[in-house]
């Protein structure tokens, strides 16, 4: 059936948490929200963007810094309230410089970080 | 410095998503909410535990399925607002008995579905 973003399930807010993926290494780099203006944008301009709540506007991911994601695949989970963007990551995903937001991991009950920004 | 579960960043219903990725693969599984309690669980017993917001109590991943989902490692993000979690999935993690949520995907502006249930 076509794509409508109409049948998609968003919170009170208007909202769906999106995660993207590295889709060339499966590296998990983020997860932010959009809106069905948002998708739409997404999907005419096959660069992933964003609803940024603290700005409350669109945001397309990389139009300050350059460190845009070339939408390869977007999934869609089961209970329709989800979204997956399998991305070409162009520079570091975080806004620390760091290659994926999830640098910091548990070891031993105490946090540690795996990754340095890049320079 | 020793992990915190409240210096984590929740929303008003004291909720945030963590997205559950295959460790061996890198596929990304589900995505489900978590509260500190559930974080807790999670961490004491080495099995991923969600909380449930249809049923609001906590949901130990696979306890009547058996489709646990073993945790190799939580990542946190940069905001943290949002965990990671890479596990081993025992079983389809997907409640339609997919391996995945997200097996719904577009081509050519249509839905297409990527994965078939397991038997």
């Given amino acids: 059936m ?6 998609l399930k968003y919170d009170g807010n208007g909202l769906l948490p999106c995660i993207a993926q590295e889709e060339a ?8 929200w959009m ?13 992933v963007t964003y609803w940024s709540r603290s700005r409350g506007a669109l945001w397309a991911k990389g139009e300050t810094s ?6 390869v695949d977007l999934r869609i989970d089961c209970d ?3 979204l997956l963007a399998l991305v070409r990551q162009h520079g570091p995903a975080c806004h620390t ?6 640098y910091t991991a548990l070891r031993g ?8 920004p890049e320079s």
């Fill in 97 to 102: 410089n760091r290659r994926s937001c999830f």
């Fill in 25 to 32: 290494t499966g590296e998990v780099l983020m997860l932010a």
């Fill in 2 to 7: 076509p794509f409508d973003p109409d049948t």
């Fill in 109 to 116: 009950g105490a946090e540690v970080e795996l990754m340095t």
């Fill in 35 to 47: 809106n069905r203006e948002s998708i739409r944008a997404t999907l005419d301009s096959g660069r």
């Fill in 66 to 71: 350059g460190h845009v994601q070339e939408l």
């Fill in 80 to 82: 329709r309230d989800c």
